[in-house]
């Protein structure tokens, strides 16, 4: 069974734009910077001091609309993983959350990194946000989708679900 890994942030997880209604910087989604993940350059904040928030923020954050049709396409059909980077204090609320909402995931199937292409192989998939991400698995031989997000090309969501069907 082909292997697909799932990012959280920006994927599963709709945390920019609540981590921005957090600080009282909504208007910044929608001016946000086509194809910029530069937080600073975005919100004034620093990247360090925009992330650096309570593990109970992390684990209040919205699921992304897509993220239950994604979920459960991809554990009905692929050896499903969860490959998360995440801050030593974010991790814990991360596990929550992903228990919170997908109790049926198997929890020992979450990865957190900061290096995700390591796990990259031949026909393994990742479905990320953040380009950068996207190019290093894809240069070590897998293949990425990226889930549309200001910061990325932001591709329809319907072509990440018309490529994964592609590949049951
Ligand atoms: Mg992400």
């Given at each position: 069974m082909r292997r697909v890994f799932?990012?959280?942030?920006?994927?599963?997880?709709?945390?920019?734009?609540?981590?921005?209604?957090?600080?009282?910087?909504e208007h910044c989604?929608?001016?946000w910077g086509q194809g910029?993940?530069?937080i600073y350059s975005n919100t004034g904040m620093s990247s360090q001091d925009f992330f650096d928030v309570d593990a109970a923020?992390?684990?209040?954050?919205?699921?992304?609309?897509?993220?239950d049709e994604l979920v459960d396409l991809c554990l009905d059909n692929f050896d499903t993983f969860i490959i998360t980077s995440s801050f030593p204090e974010a991790m814990r609320a991360k596990y929550m959350w992903l228990q919170k909402y997908y109790k049926d995931f198997n929890m020992n199937k979450i990865i957190f990194t900061w290096r995700k292409e390591l796990l990259a192989n031949r026909n393994d998939v990742l479905v990320e946000d953040y380009i950068i991400n996207a190019e290093l698995w894809e240069?070590?031989?897998?293949?990425?989708l990226i889930c549309p997000q200001p910061w990325n090309n932001n591709n329809d969501i319907d072509h990440v679900f018309r490529s994964l069907k592609g590949m049951i």
């Open positions: 799932l990012d959280m942030d920006g994927v599963l997880v709709d945390s920019i734009p609540y981590l921005l209604n957090y600080h009282d910087l989604w929608e001016e910029n993940y530069d923020v992390w684990f209040d954050m919205p699921k992304t609309e897509w993220a240069e070590n031989g897998g293949t990425a």
